[in-house]
């Protein structure tokens, strides 16, 4: 499918500054930008989708009626969601390593 777009003067200069910078056309890059934010897009609505359905289990958990199978997609939620932070919780843990080492670098504060 072509389609064509119309894009203000600082935006069109920054697409073809960072299609420059690419070593691509200005329409390949706008292609792979476009891409990369439906893609966003896409995968930030199957999480909410996802963080829903699972808060809808959680409330039911609370009460007798959860069945099996909504028990096993409870724990399959679950889990996906603990894979998606555990990146961030690396990064959280480095952040604050990096503050620990800093502050034992400072002076001792108890002295006169």
Excluded: W, Y
């Excluded at 990369?36 to 009460?63: F, P, T």
């Excluded at 969601?81 to 990146?87: C, G, H, P, S, Y």
């Amino acid at each position: 499918m072509h389609l064509t777009i119309s894009l203000d003067e600082p935006l069109a200069d920054q697409l073809r500054r960072q299609a420059s910078a690419r070593d691509l056309s200005p329409e390949q890059t706008a292609r792979e930008i476009l891409d990369h934010a439906l893609n966003q897009i896409a995968e930030k609505e199957a999480q909410r989708e996802s963080s829903q359905r699972r808060a809808e289990l959680i409330q039911k958990s609370r009460s007798p009626g959860l069945t099996p199978q909504e028990s096993v997609e409870l724990d399959c939620l679950q889990g996906a969601l603990d894979q998606r932070l555990e990146a961030m919780d690396r990064q959280l843990l480095g952040v604050a390593e990096e503050f620990h080492r800093l502050a034992e670098r400072l002076p001792d504060a108890t002295g006169p």
